[in-house]
Nanobody, 126 residues
Framework: QVQLVESGGGLVQAGGSLRLSCATS?????????ITWFRQAPGKEREFVAG????????YSADSRRGRFTISRDIAKNTVYLQMNSLKPEDTAAYYC??????????????????WGQGTQVTVSS
C-alpha cells in the first residue's frame, strides 16, 4: 500500500515561509509516479498547487503561485517537499499530498489521484 504522510504545517505571519514534507512509502521505487500538492480551504474545493514527476524531477505549478512555491524531492529520503515563501493570508488551507502512477504528466484534477495523505494545516495571519 502506498502511504503519504504530510508534516510541516503551522501558523506563520504574512510574508513568512514554511516547508511542507510528504513522506512516501509502500513501493520499492516511485519512478513511475507523479507526486502533487493540493490545498483546500473551508467551504472551497480542492485546488492544485504543484506537482513533480519522481523519475525526472520535472515540475509544474499553477501560474498564480510560480515564484513563491517550489516543489522538490529527496530520493534518498523518499520525501517530497513544498517550499512556500512570501506567504499570504489567502494561502491559508489544509495542504494535502497526492500521488498517482503511470507516466509523467502532472494533472491538476484531484479526481485522477489514487493516494492521499491526511493533510497538514497552514494558517497565515495578517
Amino acid at each position: 500500500q502506498v502511504q503519504l504522510v504530510e508534516s510541516g504545517g503551522g501558523l506563520v505571519q504574512a510574508g513568512g515561509s514554511l516547508r511542507l514534507s510528504c513522506a512516501t512509502s509502500g513501493r520499492t521505487s516511485f519512478n513511475n509516479y507523479v507526486i502533487t500538492w493540493f490545498r483546500q480551504a473551508p467551504g472551497k474545493e480542492r485546488e492544485f498547487v504543484a506537482g513533480i514527476a519522481w523519475r525526472s524531477g520535472s515540475t509544474y505549478s499553477a501560474d498564480s503561485r510560480r515564484g513563491r512555491f517550489t516543489i522538490s524531492r529527496d530520493i534518498a529520503k523518499n520525501t517530497v517537499y513544498l517550499q512556500m515563501n512570501s506567504l499570504k493570508p489567502e494561502d491559508t488551507a489544509a495542504y494535502y499530498c497526492a500521488a498517482k502512477s503511470g507516466g509523467t504528466n502532472i494533472n491538476s484534477d484531484p479526481r485522477v489521484y489514487d493516494y492521499w495523505g491526511q493533510g497538514t494545516q497552514v494558517t497565515v495571519s495578517s
